[in-house]
């Protein structure tokens, strides 16, 4: 390979992914496993036969959910953690970190840089990638794997497949992707939706056979899991979920939505919808309020809410102007298929709003963000000799203050997660021990790894990073 | 070009930073940023460091000494404790029930110490926990450990 592209633009770019992507697998590999919403399934995969059993008994193991490739992979891990010799740690969070790399990488892949001026937008969209809110919800917790980080990777897998010279395999893949998404989470249609809204703008990768394809795949899903199975959704009083300032439990939400639930229903779409734009309110909460009525305004609101205003306000003025060819940007596949994603995200969140929802509007964001920033640097508005590159320095300077920040806060999740083991396998409760020798061995493996693993307690962690990157 | 540089600068610094730390702490035991300083049993236990409490019991170190405890009870003073004492420094009924599960002793021989920290420390639930198991106590002269 000669010398000059080994120090050209596209090289950086993919030594500049490399090295975000190892810093956040270095941070998430340090997260033991969890147990809350995860050791349950470790515990029924341990003894599960075979893959196949998995995934049978993961048709019909919940009444509103289906889910069955979240037992297969559990499943897969458990046995690869066998096959290391007991280091279910290894896999299950090797798997996780890796899952974060691919990420990352297929990022780097998707925005395809050639210039020097593609790069500098590529740094600014990773960080907008890394630091959004709605990415930490991908890393912080694993049930036992991330099933909202498969959707967010194989939803940029389609976006690029849809963007790519197409052909036969390029359908069959969009398809594949489609399959295991929705039989992954019900999140799983955002996949579709990717595929539309590219198409829509004329990405033609996917051909419309291909489409076809995904639509029959949704069609027959949509009747399996309704017709067949008789599964329902989420609704009214079955979650927790911000309130403007406050929140409102299930009861609450029976006692003030049952007679008409479409003013609830509509506050959570459109609140998880302005949450990507504005990084408020969180998880349906608009804590900048609260925060404001206590007279505690930290740091971390004006970082996030500016940043992401900035960077909102960056995209509308990308969207709403003309190409070199005199094209409407908002025709642009990657505008169309942002909007798209961000309002198909917003109507999951509809009985109930959290980040994770819509964390593949994150990423979606970030891929809009890193063509604003392209159209920028080229061709900035004319203001005063400079001004237009310090303003988007100053917001890429706030969005690296917030990819710092995700480490911060995956550093607390390790020791949430690791302190979830003490009240596990207590010596006072053997009673509540498991019964069978083999997930008895199990569990006690996996909390003498996660015991194992150093962790930095919140009291050793600076006190001024709190107010900084803290939970807002 | 020093516009490119001035706009990618900030992120590519964090990711530096936090790529050696991530390659340090997949490699080794701990991350550059931020790493675990090493604390004592009580130490961990005035953090409601759990999962730490645990790694050294685990390890061997016993329940019913008497550590250092630098800054955490008191900012900036050293307050040596047990680990049960510790417990009570944080108000919190689970981190001194984990010591007793885990072994730590309780006994008449110091049950009135632990009671008149407890009721000193405002540590209520420990408190009542203690006065339900072996009876009121008396804190006229006893010595409490801070």
């Known amino acids: 390979m000669p ?81 290391l010799g007991g280091r279910y740690d290894v896999a299950f969070r090797g798997y996780h970190a890796l899952a974060g790399v691919v990420l990352v990488l297929l990022f780097v892949g998707t925005v395809g840089v050639s210039t020097w001026t593609d790069v500098a937008a590529l740094v600014f969209a990773l ?47 969009a398809v594949a992707c489609l399959v295991i998404s929705l039989l992954t989470l019900e999140s799983g249609v955002l996949i579709f939706a990717v595929a539309a809204a590219a198409a829509l703008a004329g990405a033609r990768g996917i051909s419309y056979k291909g489409l076809g394809g995904m639509a029959a795949v949704l069609a027959g899903y949509a009747l399996f899991r309704v017709g067949y199975l008789g599964l329902h959704t989420a609704g009214l009083g079955e979650h927790a979920t911000g309130w403007w300032a406050g929140s409102v439990d299930p009861s609450e939400q029976l006692a003030r939505f049952a007679a008409n639930p479409f003013p609830f229903y509509t506050y959570n779409v459109v609140m998880s919808g302005i949450s990507v734009l504005l990084s408020q309110p969180t998880a349906g909460r608009w804590t900048v309020a609260q925060a404001w009525q206590e007279g505690g305004l930290s740091p971390v609101f004006f970082v996030e809410m500016g940043s992401s205003a900035l960077t909102t306000a960056l995209i509308a003025w990308y969207a709403l102007g003309h190409d070199a060819s005199g094209r409407r940007r908002w025709r642009d596949p990657v505008v169309v298929t942002f ?59 706030a969005w690296a203050v917030r990819d710092a920040g995700l480490h911060f806060k995956m550093r607390q999740s390790a020791f949430d997660a690791r302190s979830e083991w003490a009240r596990e396998l207590k010596p006072t409760e053997r009673e509540r021990w498991p019964a069978d020798p083999r997930q008895l061995a199990v569990v006690s493996r996996l909390k003498a790894d996660a015991i194992a693993a150093r962790v930095t307690p919140p009291v050793q962690l600076p006190q001024w990073a709190e107010s900084w990157w803290g939970e807002r | ?87 009570i420094a944080t108000r919190e009924d689970y981190m001194f029930q984990l010591a007793v599960a885990y072994g730590a002793h309780l006994g008449p021989d110091n049950a009135q110490v632990l009671f008149c920290l407890a009721d000193a420390a405002k540590a209520t639930g420990i408190r009542d926990a203690l006065k339900e198991k072996f009876g009121a106590q008396s804190c006229e002269g006893v010595r409490l450990p801070w």
């Open chain 1, 339 to 397: 909007v798209t994603i961000l309002g198909a995200s917003a109507i999951l969140s509809w009985a109930y709003a959290k980040n994770e929802i819509i964390s593949t509007a994150g990423v979606f964001y970030a891929l809009a963000a890193y063509a604003a920033a392209r159209a920028w640097l080229l061709q900035p508005p004319r203001w005063p000799a400079g001004a237009a590159v310090t303003l988007l320095a100053a917001v890429s300077t």
């Open chain 2, 1 to 87: 070009m020093k516009g490119l540089l001035a706009v990618a600068a900030a992120p590519c610094a964090v990711a530096l930073v936090f790529a050696a730390s991530g390659v340090v702490a997949l490699t080794g035991d701990a991350p550059l940023v931020w790493p675990a300083r090493p604390a004592t049993l009580s130490e961990a236990m005035a953090s409601r460091d759990q999962g730490e409490v645990l790694r050294q019991v685990a390890a061997g170190v016993s329940l019913d000494m008497r550590y250092d405890v630098y800054g955490v009870i008191r900012p900036g003073e050293h307050t040596p404790s047990t680990p049960l004492e510790a417990a």
């Open chain 1, 127 to 173: 960080a907008v990638l890394t630091g959004m809110h709605t990415f930490s919800g991908m890393f912080r917790e694993a049930y036992p794997t991330n099933h909202f980080l498969t959707i967010s990777t194989y939803a940029l897998a389609t976006f690029a497949l849809a963007r790519s010279r197409g052909g036969w395999l390029v359908d069959v893949a």
């Open chain 1, 3 to 83: 010398l000059r592209s080994l120090l050209g633009p596209r090289a950086a770019a993919w030594a500049i992914g490399l090295l975000v992507a190892i810093g956040l697998a270095g941070s998430v590999y340090r997260i033991p496993i969890q147990v809350s919403d995860a050791l349950e399934t470790i515990e029924r995969a341990v003894n599960t036969p075979s893959v196949s059993t998995s995934f049978v008994k993961g048709l019909r193991n919940s009444a509103s959910m289906l889910r069955p490739l979240r037992e297969v992979r559990t499943k897969l891990l458990v046995d690869a953690g066998d096959a």
